[in-house]
């Protein structure tokens, strides 16, 4: 069965790098159609996607945060690894990955339906 | 910027029928966004429950229902019980490089 679990660094100071792991189990990176994706809260607030890697090596990031934002993936390790560069206090924040079927088996494209517990990743001096 | 707005809060009875809305700042959500909607209870990560606009996952209980209406992707809960209180967010697809996937704020339900 499918699961995803985030680990990270529980503190980063501004102006650092966060980087975030997420190690999956129950597919491989390599199935078709596949894709993790990652996704932020700040305390208390909605849900922000930040970016996804598919199985082909398609990458798509969030418009916004593109330029801070890189997401590679380690097949052999069942990792997809998130750097998010200049860290300031209001990246502070719960870091979920989740999984995505890029179609379902009609056809239509699929949600992210698997996700990690999430790891907190707060931005302080 | 699009922003993707959600009614803040709604209140439902139990055993009630609640309609939870998702709109677009860039006009009519239609079925080519594929709206996406999930549960948040308190501590916990997300949970799935519908995407494509209505379909369901295997795990989604029955009175859990998507649609559109209006302009609007539409999320209805029937039959409401107290473990239907949480935080629920929709997704919308815009494409493209643009744009991608943006979340709604979040509608808070409380069953009272």
């Known amino acids: 069965h499918i699961t995803l679990k985030e680990s990270g660094p529980t503190v980063v100071k501004p102006t650092q790098t966060l980087t975030l792991t997420c190690t999956v189990s129950g597919f491989s990176l390599n199935d078709n159609g596949v894709g993790v994706g990652w996704i932020r809260q700040p305390p208390g607030k909605a849900l922000e996607w930040l970016a996804f890697?598919?199985?082909?090596?398609?990458?798509r990031y969030s418009p916004s945060l593109r330029s801070r934002l890189t997401i590679t993936r380690d097949n052999p390790k069942n990792q997809v690894v998130l750097t998010m560069t200049n860290m300031d206090p209001v990246d502070t924040a719960t870091y979920y990955c989740a999984h995505r079927t890029l179609f379902d088996s009609s056809g239509y494209p699929g949600g992210l339906d698997y996700w990690g517990q999430g790891t907190l990743a707060t931005v302080s001096s | 910027q699009t922003v993707v707005t959600q009614e803040p809060s709604l209140t439902v009875s139990p055993g009630g029928t609640v309609t939870l809305t998702c709109a677009s700042s860039?006009?009519?959500?239609?079925?080519?966004?594929?709206p996406n909607w999930f549960q948040q209870k308190p501590g916990q990560a997300p949970r799935s429950l519908l995407y494509n606009t209505d379909t369901k996952y295997s795990w989604t209980p029955a009175r859990f229902s998507g649609s559109l209406l209006g302009g609007k992707a539409v999320l209805t809960l029937s039959d409401v019980t107290p473990e239907d209180e949480a935080e629920y967010f929709c997704?919308?697809?815009?494409?493209?490089?643009?744009?991608?996937?943006?979340f709604g704020g979040g509608t808070k339900l409380t069953v009272l």
């Open positions: 890697v598919y199985w082909d090596g398609d990458k």
């Open positions: 860039s006009g009519a959500v239609t079925s080519g966004y594929y």
């Open positions: 997704l919308l697809y815009f494409g493209g490089v643009e744009l991608g996937w943006v």
